[in-house]
């Protein structure tokens, strides 16, 4: 499964997240406020999108999202 590590009021962390849904991606959002390990990784960086250890940090289009989305195996989206 895709992982959108995110947090409440990221208005950047909306748009990859709307990125993901536009591409038809199946995504779970993990809100990085709640787990001190996550916060501190990933608190300057998100959104980050992570699928089975894989990670794309932004900034990145829709274009770039769909190409690593298909590098790293997921086709089934528009």
């Keep these: 499964m895709i992982r959108l590590f ?3 009021g ?6 990859a997240y ?3 849904v536009e591409l038809g991606a199946d995504v779970e959002v993990v ?3 709640f787990d001190d390990e996550l916060f501190s990784r ?3 960086t998100i959104p980050v999108v992570n699928l089975n250890g894989e ?3 932004w900034p990145f289009t829709i274009e770039t999202l769909n190409s690593w ?3 790293n195996g997921i086709t089934n989206n528009s």
């Design 31 to 33: 809100d990085i406020a």
């Design 55 to 57: 990670e794309l940090n």
């Design 42 to 44: 990933y608190g300057v």
């Design 69 to 71: 989305l298909e590098i």
């Design 18 to 20: 709307a990125m993901l």
């Design 6 to 8: 995110s947090t409440e």
């Design 10 to 15: 990221c208005h950047l962390c909306e748009q």
